[in-house]
């Protein structure tokens, strides 16, 4: 049975997706990157011969994930080694890194959040659309979720901002006869 309270936030959702992945395709890791002006910072990672782990700050020129802003298409790029553009990044060229799966994450009203990525060691020719329609289907749900819990975090702050509004005096700025009665309460 399918518990409906499985998924309560983005973080759970996210390594519950990862481990999906990581059961279902056989690639070498799988990661969410988050991205912070040009630095992209590891949010959590699954199987893993890379040594990447959560925590961890890339700078935009140095990954793959990167080339996703200016084209936020989802890529599956099973021969890597083919790839010169690729095959110069410092990422791909101090590490053995033969296939690359990448979906934009994005949170509410199409803003960039990151990535949803795959990196294998070996070429894998065999990846392609159906692969990646699931990939982009996870990817998606993720980004609604992550657009939900952002949505109600703005929310909470103007609920807060209305509150002290509604308790204040606009002209002195001190509690007005709403806060005092709540306090006497």
Known sequence: MIDPNQFSNFPEASRSVLEFLSRHHDLDLWMIARKHGDDWIVLHVEQ??????AGMVFQKTDILCAGLINDPVAKVLPRLFDDSACS????????????????????????????LCALDRNERPELGKQDLALIELLAGLLSSLLKIELDAIEIDRLAERFRYDAMTDSLTGLPNRRAWDERLE
């Open 48 to 53: 893993n011969p890379y040594d990447i782990t």
């Open 88 to 115: 110069d990044l410092p990422m791909v060229a101090g590490t053995r890194i033969g296939a690359y799966i990448g979906v934009p994450l994005l949170a509410g009203d199409g803003r960039w959040f990151g990535t």
